[in-house]
């Protein structure tokens, strides 16, 4: 059986959908160099052609690129378009906001989504953990911290949501598909990363760490003993 394709390294991925969009926008929107629209298609291309080129590398789709190559094409629709500034804001904030509203929803089905980005059963052994919360009873508690969890992870979009369109609001001012405009697009891509980005990576390690504690704590397992073997 043919091995999978690995994942790409952090670094290089931050550098083309991030760092290389934002300069280009930064740097050739005037007149003499690319103009307003050649920026900005060259600048939408990157993470676009990215996000493609990985998911059939590797031959499975993320649902998380997807909703940034939306996000993306979105971007470049309002300054091709030449919609009004507020309107950015909006997909800004939109867009972790539905992932909020969809990820919160899920805590009140019979399988929240934190139950399937966390335990992965090629990755844990999943027979054992759950005997371990029968045998000491905790399966029902058990339920409840993976709700809990779901719902915190909600709560981390929803502040996602509220600072990136307050980012948006306060950076992007001027008319879209102006010179200006391109500038202060490419200024929010490189700061949303430290500002947005960067926090809620904190956050959700956090979460993640307190979700272990509660499950070693459960099941009397180490976390460490939770993990397959090689």
Same mark, same amino acid.
Request: glycine share 10%; charged share 15%.
């Given at each position: 059986?043919?091995?999978?394709? !690995?994942? !790409?390294?952090?670094?290089? #991925?931050?550098?083309?959908?991030?760092?290389?969009?934002? @300069?280009?926008?930064?740097? /050739?929107? =005037?007149?003499?160099?690319?103009?307003?629209? =050649?920026? @900005?298609?060259?600048?939408?291309? @990157? !993470?676009?052609?990215?996000?493609?080129?990985?998911?059939?590398?590797?031959?499975?789709?993320?649902?998380?690129?997807?909703?940034?190559?939306?996000? &993306?094409?979105?971007?470049?629709?309002?300054?091709?378009?030449?919609?009004? &500034?507020?309107?950015?804001?909006?997909? #800004?904030?939109?867009?972790? %906001?539905?992932?909020?509203?969809?990820?919160?929803?899920?805590?009140?089905? +019979?399988? !929240?989504?934190?139950?399937?980005?966390? /335990?992965?059963?090629?990755?844990?052994?999943?027979? *054992?953990?759950? +005997?371990?919360?029968?045998?000491?009873?905790?399966?029902?508690?058990?339920?409840?911290?993976? *709700?809990?969890?779901?719902?915190?992870? %909600?709560?981390? /979009?929803?502040?996602?949501?509220?600072?990136?369109?307050? $980012?948006?609001?306060?950076?992007? &001012?001027?008319?879209? =598909?102006? #010179?200006?405009?391109?500038? #202060?697009?490419? +200024? $929010?891509?490189?700061?949303?990363?430290?500002?947005?980005?960067?926090?809620?990576?904190?956050?959700?390690?956090? @979460?993640? /760490?307190?979700?272990? *504690?509660? %499950?070693? *704590?459960?099941?009397?397992? %180490?976390?460490?003993?939770?993990? +397959?073997?090689?």
């Amino acid at each position: 059986m043919q091995n999978a394709a !690995p994942k !790409p390294n952090p670094l290089l #991925e931050i550098a083309l959908t991030i760092v290389a969009p934002g @300069l280009i926008l930064m740097q /050739f929107s =005037g007149e003499a160099q690319l103009g307003n629209v =050649g920026a @900005l298609l060259l600048a939408l291309a @990157l !993470p676009i052609g990215w996000g493609l080129w990985d998911g059939l590398r590797r031959r499975k789709l993320n649902w998380l690129a997807v909703i940034g190559v939306v996000s &993306t094409l979105l971007t470049g629709g309002i300054g091709l378009l030449q919609l009004d &500034t507020h309107w950015f804001a909006i997909k #800004e904030g939109a867009v972790p %906001a539905l992932m909020a509203l969809v990820i919160g929803a899920s805590a009140w089905t +019979r399988h !929240p989504l934190i139950h399937a980005l966390v /335990f992965d059963a090629a990755l844990l052994d999943v027979g *054992r953990i759950e +005997r371990a919360l029968v045998a000491r009873g905790n399966a029902g508690a058990f339920e409840t911290l993976l *709700r809990q969890a779901t719902l915190l992870l %909600a709560l981390t /979009f929803f502040c996602s949501a509220a600072a990136s369109y307050a $980012l948006a609001r306060g950076l992007v &001012t001027s008319p879209a =598909g102006s #010179e200006a405009f391109n500038q #202060e697009l490419g +200024r $929010l891509t490189l700061l949303s990363y430290p500002l947005i980005a960067l926090p809620s990576m904190l956050l959700m390690m956090g @979460l993640m /760490f307190w979700l272990a *504690r509660g %499950a070693r *704590r459960l099941t009397g397992i %180490a976390i460490g003993e939770m993990f +397959r073997g090689p």
